[in-house]
T-cell receptor, first 111, second 112 residues
Framework: NAGVTQTPKFQVLKTGQSMTLQCAQD?????MSWYRQDPGMGLRLIHYSVGAGITDQGEVPNGYNVSRSTTEDFPLRLLSAAPSQTSVYFC??????????FGPGTRLTVL | EDKVVQSPLSLVVHEGDTVTLNCSYE??????LLWYKQEKKAPTFLFML????IEKKSGRLSSILDKKELFSILNITATQTGDSAVYLC????????????FGTGTRLKVLA
């Protein structure tokens, strides 16, 4: 039981590049979400999903896309990276209304 | 606007002290309040509270929720250096769908 896994752990991009952050969970959780964490700002919700085929926006969705084709996977796509997207990204999953389990995070730097 | 506010922002204590961390919230359709501990990595779950006035306890940590006054406290007794971390409060709310809103956290440093 691996829990929530994220890849890559670290990534450096140039402005304008695109990339996908991967997230997978093996706990059969319906709810999955992406957060970014910046110094002094806590965790801010980017996008979330309540099941396969269903996604919705959180507080800070601009510049990011998500899809949920399976229960297990919830990738986050950066369409055209900007320095303002430099952050630590966490993926989390839970049963609906339950405690969230977090992945180890991806530290992204955009130059 | 829905929000979760934690106080204090940071705290420095000595080993053996007792600390109280605060979390107040303003959200519509409240469902739950969760506490997490974050050391230099992903947050780890501590407690989830849904009912007012019922204390959750785990070792030296305890937490209680007041749904009338819209706040929760996290108590840590006999603090140890291993308690040094950022403590995050999150509120789960449901309006058609389910979301969590996090506070900015309280940074606790425990000195030996």
């Amino acid at each position: 039981n691996a829990g929530v896994t994220q890849t890559p752990k670290f990534q450096v991009l140039k402005t304008g590049q695109s990339m996908t952050l991967q997230c997978a969970q093996d706990m059969n959780h319906e709810y999955m979400s992406w957060y970014r964490q910046d110094p002094g700002m806590g965790l801010r919700l980017i996008h979330y999903s309540v099941g396969a085929g269903i996604t919705d926006q959180g507080e800070v969705p601009n510049g990011y896309n998500v899809s949920r084709s399976t229960t297990e996977d919830f990738p986050l796509r950066l369409l055209s990276a900007a320095p303002s997207q430099t952050s630590v990204y966490f993926c989390a999953s839970s049963k609906m209304g339950g405690e969230q389990f977090f992945g180890p995070g991806t530290r992204l730097t955009v130059l | 606007e829905d929000k979760v506010v934690q106080s204090p922002l940071s705290l420095v204590v000595h080993e053996g002290d007792t600390v109280t961390l605060n979390c107040s919230y303003e959200v519509t359709n409240f469902r739950s309040l969760l506490w997490y501990k974050q050391e230099k990595k992903a947050p780890t779950f501590l407690f989830m509270l849904t009912s007012s006035g019922i204390e959750k306890k785990s070792g030296r940590l305890s937490s209680i929720l007041d749904k009338k006054e819209l706040f929760s406290i996290l108590n840590i007794t006999a603090t140890q250096t291993g308690d040094s971390a950022v403590y995050l409060c999150a509120v789960g709310w449901a309006s058609g769908t389910y979301k969590y809103i996090f506070g900015t956290g309280t940074r606790l440093k425990v000195l030996a």
